[in-house]
């Protein structure tokens, strides 16, 4: 469990199957990120997320606000998406329903993740990974101090027509010291 100021992010519960199903099938969270999730699909994310956990000690855990215990989305690592400039690296990643876009949630999670990454894991950088499209992601990689890759990619599997298959990568190294 990692702690900061207004939020926890902690291990998945199955109590979390409900509202994480209503942000994976929400439009607007979803719009740079793929198809609407249907419940099967958004409980099967949480259930590899429960192994990513078990198998490395870090996922991209639920992150829930302090005050009140509300279910807010997700933030924190994984290894990197296999066939994309990630894979064999850590990657860090969120999703948080639209009700809590605009507060700094994600900017506090992730930075507190990449906090833990630094001083729980033999990661030398962190990566991440989204579409041109999505400003407020790559927005965050930046204000993070991560830097974008040169050139994008095509994301392995998507649709040769979709707007998601063009992605582009960001890096942070490991601070000295860390």
């Avoid at 199955?14 to 509202?19: K, L």
């Avoid at 991209?60 to 005050?67: Q, S």
């Avoid at 030398?124 to 499209?133: F, K, P, W």
């Amino acid at each position: 469990m990692i702690e900061t100021e207004r939020l926890i992010l902690r291990a998945w519960r199955d109590a979390d199957r409900a509202p994480f199903h209503a942000i994976c099938s929400d439009p607007r969270v979803m719009v740079h990120l793929g198809p609407l999730l249907s419940r099967t699909e958004s409980d099967a994310g949480i259930d590899r997320m429960r192994g990513h956990l078990a198998a490395h000690g870090y996922c991209f855990w639920a992150v829930e606000k302090r005050d009140d215990g509300a279910l807010l989305g997700f933030c924190g690592l994984k290894p990197g998406a296999e066939g994309t400039p990630l894979e064999g690296e850590v990657e860090i990643g969120w999703r948080f329903g639209f009700g809590h876009w605009g507060y700094g949630y994600a900017r506090e999670a992730a930075q507190a993740s990449l906090d833990w990454g630094w001083a729980n894991s033999d990661a030398q950088r962190i990566g991440a990974i989204t579409v041109q499209a999505n400003a407020r992601s790559w927005g965050l990689m930046e204000r993070l101090g991560m830097t974008r890759a040169q050139g994008g990619f095509e994301y392995p599997g998507m649709p040769d027509d979709s707007p998601l298959k063009s992605c582009i990568a960001y890096w942070i190294d490991q601070p000295a010291g860390s």
